[in-house]
């Protein structure tokens, strides 16, 4: 059964820092998403992609947060700065199937 | 805005009992979702209910959809060890631009 992956699945930072976090959606899906939680907080949404753009985004997704697709596989998402209330779990998702996660931790 | 308020915000109980998780949501929706996490973990898709459906099945899962009282159930029926975890319900709408709007999540604890 095709998966969501994300990469790295652990990330370790220093504060103003730039981090890119990947994910490889399922390959006929088209609405790619990301979420992100902070731990024991609820799922936060970020942002969503369709047809290689930005279709939403929440007031969280601010000027230092990117969205891409590159290659047309990869969806990744840019942090330019980062800030400590920036640690969190980072969610891929591909319509409503996500990935593992990748767990950021900012110094 | 909250979407997903899931009730209640814990949960305790021996194996071999059910779990009755519910979530109420605010605004209309196309369809409503459970997820189950594992401490630290992925988010699991479990079940998806449209918002034509009153009541679905899979395995040990039965939802429910009261879409008069915006308002879901998931019931795990012979919960085992390995269904402790914090379950969420989202809500999904085309008037939501299509995101899933998460709840605060109950917390599943399944004593053996």
């Known amino acids: 059964e095709p998966e969501v992956t994300q990469t790295p699945s652990h990330q370790v930072t220093q504060m103003g820092q730039e981090v890119i976090l990947r994910c490889v959606p399922i390959?006929?899906?088209?609405?790619f998403y990301w979420y992100r939680q902070i731990l024991g907080q609820k799922v936060e949404f970020l942002v969503s992609?369709?047809?290689?753009?930005?279709?939403?985004k929440s007031e969280i997704f601010d000027d230092q947060f990117s969205v891409e697709r590159p290659d047309g596989s990869n969806f990744t998402l840019k942090i330019r700065s980062t800030k400590l209330e920036d640690s969190a779990m980072y969610f891929c998702?591909?319509?409503?199937?996500f990935g593992p996660g990748t767990r950021l931790l900012v110094l | 805005s909250q979407q997903g308020e899931e009730d209640p915000q814990a949960l305790s109980i021996q194996e071999g009992e059910n779990a009755t998780m519910n979530c109420s949501y605010k605004?209309?929706?196309?369809?409503l979702q459970w997820y189950r996490q594992n401490s630290g973990r992925g988010l699991v898709h479990l079940i998806l209910i449209r918002s034509n459906e009153r009541e679905k099945h899979s395995g040990r899962l039965r939802v429910t959809l009261d879409t008069s009282k915006k308002s879901s159930s998931l019931l795990i029926t012979a919960s085992r060890a390995a269904d402790t975890a914090s379950y969420f319900c989202?809500?999904?709408?085309?008037?939501?631009?299509?995101?899933?709007?998460f709840g605060q999540g109950t917390e599943l604890s399944v004593k053996p």
């Open positions: 390959s006929n899906h088209l609405y």
């Open positions: 992609f369709y047809n290689n753009e930005i279709s939403e």
């Open positions: 998702a591909s319509n409503q199937y």
């Open positions: 989202a809500g999904w709408g085309y008037n939501q631009g299509g995101k899933l709007i």
């Open positions: 605004t209309s929706i196309n369809n």
